[in-house]
């Protein structure tokens, strides 16, 4: 079966330091990964997705960015945190599009506050 | 656009009562649907999904959901609430799979679920 991992679980950070979360699936290959950010009472916000390696797609301009190093493998990196980057960080999977159907799975989440 | 509508931000129900948490879709074509829960501080989980078979798709924990595409609706039921269920609901359409693989969830505004002893 398939399951996804993220961490750390929890991270305090300050203003202006660099961010690095990551995000591993196993069970599976080639899936489709995605980053998304849940602000405090507000819905879920997609942030980057990767059909595959080296193919990483942007939704929203911001100080993020994304890399996929491995197949299974997708990290999100800032180099400077703001305040508003506060929030809690899901990570995502679905399987190619060939294999349907087409839900995502979601990770257990990264608790993020900018301080 | 395609778009979901969570009717209610928050429904309180009885441990032991039935739960109705709606939700309206609208889409140009016959889109795939979803729930998921997400309890405090978790992931999302799947709750159930429709991808054009049966119309009343049945879910984890005893939940289960009609799609009317008469009404545009995909509303969530349980017949008896536990304490457990206590969680946020998402109603989710899957409209878009393009060429690329991608698949774009639009996501509703959630439904905060109470359950009372």
């Known amino acids: 079966s398939q399951t996804i991992h993220q961490w750390p679980a929890t991270l305090v950070q300050p203003v202006g330091s660099p961010l690095s979360l990551e995000c591993t699936v196993e069970?599976?290959?080639?899936?489709?990964l995605y980053w998304y950010r849940q602000a405090a009472g507000r819905g879920l916000q997609l942030l980057f997705y990767?059909?595959?390696?080296?193919?990483i797609s942007s939704e929203v301009p911001q100080n993020l960015s994304a890399s996929r190093p491995q197949d299974r493998q997708f990290i999100l990196s800032s180099k400077k945190l703001l305040l508003s980057d506060s929030g809690f960080y899901l990570c995502?999977?679905?399987?190619?599009?060939?294999?349907?159907?087409?839900?995502?799975?979601f990770g257990p989440g990264t608790r993020l506050t900018v301080t | 656009a395609q778009s979901v509508t969570q009717l209610d931000s928050h429904v309180s129900v009885s441990e032991g009562t039935p739960v109705l948490l709606r939700c309206n879709y609208s889409s140009s074509y016959s889109p795939s649907l979803f729930w998921y829960v997400q309890h405090p501080n978790k992931g999302l989980q799947l709750l159930l999904k429709y991808t054009s078979a049966a119309t009343l798709v049945k879910g984890i924990n005893g939940f289960e959901a009609e799609f009317k595409k008469s009404e545009t609706s995909f509303h969530l039921t349980k017949p008896s609430a536990h304490m457990s269920d206590a969680a946020e609901y998402f109603c989710v359409v899957n409209p878009v799979i393009m060429n690329t693989g991608f698949q774009k969830l639009v996501f509703g505004t959630g439904t905060r679920l109470l359950v009372s002893p």
């Open positions: 990767s059909i595959g390696i080296d193919q």
């Open positions: 995502a999977w679905s399987p190619p599009r060939d294999r349907g159907p087409y839900e995502q799975y």
């Open positions: 069970g599976t290959s080639n899936p489709n």
